[in-house]
């Protein structure tokens, strides 16, 4: 098969994602008052309504329908006043009343849009100029969104024995209807997505707006977030779409990535053969990277949506969406320019700390009396070095910032205390000073040093002056030698080419 490059010259790739997100910061399910919680003892969270027993009545939950609202304000959708739930009719045990109570044309909040911000590597992507890239090859992509509806989530299922995986090889199937429920908000993008990059950044965007709202815990590996993706493919400068594929089974961001990546190579080399794509849903296989036929769309399914009569329409008022409005807090793009201007932070590192809200609340908190001379250490702290850190306190990441802030120890050194105190209450200073790795930045002791070193290296001097600026990193290193790795080489650097110039 082609690459992914050498065939998005050709061919122009036409993406649109459709996303679930349960909403499990909820205490109770979406129609009744059941405990909201995958994890206790299967089947204990049920009563007649989510088990559909007939005569059930189901009530909506208020908290759900201000979850999605805050989704859609977020989204910049249009809430709609009026809509009503509708019965989406099928037959598997794990919905156990044959329908699933969704929405039906009119959901609660339509036609919004997400600007994806698109930079680096990813940016190189999209070959085409039907965007306007700016000198870096980066560029802003509006990605429209059609709707997003509520719906329940069905209970969980497992077939175990037999051919793993297979439910007609399986030898039992087990059946969980704690989940069968559970509020879920669908987002569907309109087809505006053009590579797996922007794919991929839409969906972390979403993730981190709907984590900053606190509506979910936005969890793809434990599936409290799902994606399917759908592709097609056309000519450069056609404008009828081609037919779609729909891949389910994805994980993670980089399986959304790479499943597209696979399906736009794969749907190439079939159409440069002369053969056709035919309209079906594929199944992601991240072991064997590529994609599987799971079963061929042949007629629309019937699913005789209706407006289900238990359940009143809705008619939300004013009141109630500028209630769901001023719950929203700072969102993700918001808190990135904040930073930017008050911190003077670079975009991606702003945007960094600004993505995933535990991560913006502990900078902050960071921040709180440290010092304007250290939040750019601590920006550069919390970007690069704290990641690989999970235990690291506040009071930590502010000390070692600190540190870093005054040149009493280097980069290097700053992850072997990190290494050292992660996981402890030990503040890094006091560690710092144990094990005497303090550097002087003391002018008159570090002077003295420098001094000796430029009376004794006469050829690297006279080197210096005549234009070859790369021996100052010997000096340093000759002073870092005399001072037996006690000075600090930022220090030595800067007083070097002080008395250098001089
Ligand atoms: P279906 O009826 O097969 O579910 P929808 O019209 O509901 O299809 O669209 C589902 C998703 O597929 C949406 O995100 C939409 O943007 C996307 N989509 C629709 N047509 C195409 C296409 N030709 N190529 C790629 N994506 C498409
Ligand atoms: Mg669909
Ligand atoms: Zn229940």
């Given at each position: 098969?082609?690459?992914?490059?050498?065939?998005?010259?050709?061919?122009?790739?036409?993406?649109?994602?459709?996303?679930?997100?349960?909403?499990?910061?909820?205490?109770?399910?979406?129609?009744?008052?059941?405990?909201?919680?995958?994890?206790?003892?299967?089947?204990?969270?049920?009563?007649?309504?989510?088990?559909?027993?007939?005569?059930?009545?189901?009530?909506?939950?208020?908290?759900?329908?201000?979850?999605?609202?805050?989704?859609?304000?977020?989204?910049?959708?249009?809430?709609?006043?009026?809509?009503?739930?509708?019965?989406?009719?099928?037959?598997?045990?794990?919905?156990?009343?044959?329908?699933?109570?969704?929405?039906?044309?009119?959901?609660?909040?339509?036609?919004?849009?997400?600007?994806?911000?698109?930079?680096?590597?990813?940016?190189?992507?999209?070959?085409?100029?039907?965007?306007?890239?700016?000198?870096?090859?980066?560029?802003?992509?509006?990605?429209?969104?059609?709707?997003?509806?509520?719906?329940?989530?069905?209970?969980?299922?497992?077939?175990v024995?037999?051919?793993?995986?297979?439910?007609?090889?399986?030898a039992?199937?087990?059946?969980?209807?704690?989940?069968?429920?559970?509020?879920?908000?669908?987002?569907?993008?309109?087809?505006?997505?053009?590579?797996?990059?922007?794919?991929?950044?839409f969906?972390e965007?979403?993730?981190q707006t709907?984590?900053?709202?606190?509506?979910?815990?936005?969890?793809?590996?434990?599936?409290?977030?799902?994606?399917?993706?759908?592709?097609?493919?056309?000519?450069?400068?056609?404008?009828?779409?081609?037919?779609?594929?729909?891949?389910?089974?994805?994980?993670?961001?980089?399986?959304?990535?790479?499943?597209?990546?696979y399906?736009?190579?794969?749907?190439?080399?079939?159409?440069?053969?002369?053969?056709?794509?035919?309209?079906?849903?594929?199944?992601?296989?991240?072991?064997?990277?590529?994609?599987?036929?799971?079963?061929?769309?042949?007629?629309?399914?019937?699913?005789?949506?209706?407006?289900?009569?238990?359940?009143?329409?809705?008619?939300?008022?004013?009141?109630?969406?500028?209630?769901?409005?001023?719950?929203?807090?700072?969102?993700?793009?918001?808190?990135?320019?904040?930073?930017?201007?008050?911190?003077?932070?670079?975009?991606?590192?702003?945007?960094?700390?600004?993505?995933?809200?535990?991560?913006?609340?502990?900078?902050?908190?960071?921040?709180?009396?440290?010092?304007?001379?250290?939040?750019p250490?601590?920006?550069?702290?919390?970007?690069?070095?704290?990641?690989?850190?999970?235990?690291?306190?506040?009071?930590?990441?502010r000390?070692?910032?600190?540190?870093?802030?005054?040149?009493?120890?280097?980069?290097?050194?700053?992850?072997?205390?990190?290494d050292?105190?992660?996981?402890?209450?030990?503040?890094?200073?006091?560690?710092?000073?144990?094990?005497?790795?303090?550097?002087?930045?003391?002018?008159?002791?570090?002077?003295?040093?420098?001094?000796e070193?430029?009376?004794?290296?006469?050829?690297?001097?006279?080197?210096?002056?005549?234009?070859?600026?790369?021996?100052?990193?010997?000096?340093?290193?000759?002073?870092?030698?005399?001072?037996?790795?006690?000075?600090?080489?930022?220090?030595?650097?800067?007083?070097?080419?002080?008395?250098?110039?001089?």
């Amino acid at each position: 098969m082609k690459k992914l490059a050498e065939v998005l010259k050709d061919w122009e790739a036409v993406i649109g994602l459709e996303v679930h997100t349960e909403l499990t910061t909820l205490e109770t399910k979406m129609f009744c008052n059941c405990r909201l919680s995958h994890d206790d003892e299967p089947n204990t969270n049920v009563c007649p309504v989510c088990l559909g027993m007939p005569g059930a009545l189901p009530v909506p939950n208020e908290k759900a329908i201000e979850s999605i609202v805050m989704a859609g304000l977020a989204t910049n959708c249009q809430i709609q006043r009026h809509s009503m739930f509708y019965r989406k009719h099928y037959f598997y045990p794990d919905m156990a009343k044959n329908f699933q109570t969704t929405q039906g044309p009119v959901a609660f909040c339509m036609h919004g849009q997400l600007d994806l911000e698109v930079s680096g590597a990813g940016a190189k992507e999209r070959p085409d100029s039907t965007v306007e890239k700016d000198a870096d090859g980066g560029y802003v992509a509006p990605i429209r969104i059609l709707r997003i509806h509520m719906e329940e989530d069905a209970a969980k299922m497992v077939h175990v024995g037999g051919e793993e995986g297979r439910i007609g090889g399986a030898a039992e199937s087990l059946i969980d209807y704690n989940r069968c429920g559970t509020p879920l908000i669908e987002l569907v993008t309109e087809p505006d997505l053009r590579t797996p990059e922007e794919a991929r950044l839409f969906m972390e965007k979403l993730r981190q707006t709907f984590l900053t709202l606190g509506i979910s815990d936005c969890s793809l590996e434990s599936g409290s977030m799902r994606c399917d993706g759908n592709i097609s493919l056309r000519r450069r400068g056609e404008t009828k779409f081609g037919t779609k594929t729909e891949m389910k089974n994805i994980n993670s961001f980089k399986s959304l990535h790479d499943a597209l990546e696979y399906e736009i190579c794969r749907q190439a080399e079939v159409l440069e053969e002369g053969g056709i794509v035919y309209q079906e849903t594929r199944h992601w296989e991240p072991s064997r990277r590529r994609t599987v036929v799971m079963r061929v769309k042949e007629t629309a399914d019937d699913y005789r949506l209706f407006p289900d009569p238990d359940l009143a329409p809705f008619d939300l008022t004013d009141e109630f969406v500028e209630r769901c409005r001023a719950r929203i807090p700072e969102l993700p793009d918001a808190k990135r320019d904040r930073y930017m201007a008050s911190f003077g932070l670079k975009r991606a590192d702003a945007a960094q700390l600004a993505g995933d809200p535990k991560v913006a609340a502990f900078f902050e908190e960071a921040l709180e009396g440290a010092g304007e001379k250290v939040v750019p250490t601590l920006a550069n702290v919390m970007v690069n070095l704290a990641p690989s850190y999970d235990a690291l306190t506040v009071a930590q990441v502010r000390g070692i910032s600190a540190l870093l802030a005054e040149d009493a120890i280097t980069f290097a050194q700053a992850r072997e205390v990190l290494d050292a105190v992660n996981g402890t209450e030990e503040d890094p200073a006091a560690y710092v000073d144990a094990h005497g790795m303090r550097q002087s930045t003391d002018e008159g002791a570090l002077g003295a040093i420098v001094d000796e070193v430029l009376a004794r290296c006469t050829d690297q001097v006279q080197q210096y002056r005549d234009g070859n600026k790369k021996v100052l990193g010997f000096l340093v290193g000759q002073c870092m030698k005399a001072a037996k790795g006690s000075g600090n080489p930022k220090a030595f650097n800067k007083m070097l080419a002080e008395r250098l110039e001089a």
